[in-house]
């Protein structure tokens, strides 16, 4: 059962356009959705993350927009640029620790100039 | 200075082999991971340790066995490897238990990609 479903699988934005990925779970006891970053031949590292107790989280170019209602949660690239290409992945988890992130299956991202 | 280190970066292997990964955190991270990406970079939960002791551990064959010596290196070990093993092995650190001690905020290492043929 795959708890955190993420779409599109693979993503190719013009330079300077919008990247948006979408996740949507299934458990409503789910408290916190980080997005994490993984370039080719590294590690996933921490983007940005959000709880439900918001609708929005900006860092930068880099939102998080959260829908408690229909359980979705989506990442949108502001003026993506060549360097963002990536892989992307959603992730949730609970607050009460001891749980381990679920994963999306990722988006790999192509920003193409 | 690395803050989770994993050795070595790639491994080929023969079916059958039995093999070990290394993994290293200088955080003081209390909480390790190891987590299985394939070639559809799918990331899957295998095994987590807190303060060396097993705390996940998810449908994952006793081929493959964690060691945690100390709370900063978690090692894992895999017997009578198969075709099916060859992936990206990361491991990862967290700090604490529960969320607001950061305790889902997962710091990775760069991967062990393991071939076998």
């Known amino acids: 059962q795959q708890q955190v479903k993420q779409s599109p699988q693979s993503l190719i934005v013009q330079k300077g356009g919008i990247s948006i990925i979408n996740c949507a779970y299934e458990?409503?006891?789910?408290?916190?959705f980080p997005w994490y970053q993984q370039f080719p031949g590294k590690g996933p590292a921490l983007l940005i993350a959000?709880?439900?107790?918001?609708s929005e989280k900006k860092e930068g170019r880099f939102t998080i927009s959260f829908n408690k209602s229909a359980k979705q949660f989506s990442l949108h690239i502001m003026d993506s640029q060549p360097g963002d290409s990536a892989t992307y992945f959603c992730a949730a988890s609970m607050e009460s620790g001891n749980t381990p992130l679920v994963f999306g299956k990722g988006t790999r991202l192509s920003v193409i100039a | 200075d690395t803050a989770v280190s994993q050795t070595p970066k790639y491994l080929v292997t023969q079916m059958g082999n039995d093999k070990s990964i290394k993994c290293e955190q200088n955080l003081g991270h209390d909480t390790m991971y190891w987590y299985k990406q394939d070639s559809k970079k799918f990331l899957k939960i295998m095994f987590s340790?807190?303060?060396?002791?097993?705390?996940i551990n998810e449908t994952v064959p006793n081929r493959f066995s964690p060691k945690s010596p100390d709370k900063a290196h978690l090692n894992l070990h895999i017997n009578s490897l198969e075709l099916g093993d060859s992936a990206v092995y990361f491991c990862a650190s967290s700090h604490g238990q529960g969320l607001r001690s950061g305790a889902n905020v997962l710091t990775f290492g760069a991967g062990s990609r393991l071939t076998v043929l």
């Open positions: 959000i709880r439900p107790d918001v």
């Open positions: 458990n409503t006891a789910f408290d916190y």
């Open positions: 340790y807190n303060n060396k002791e097993l705390i």
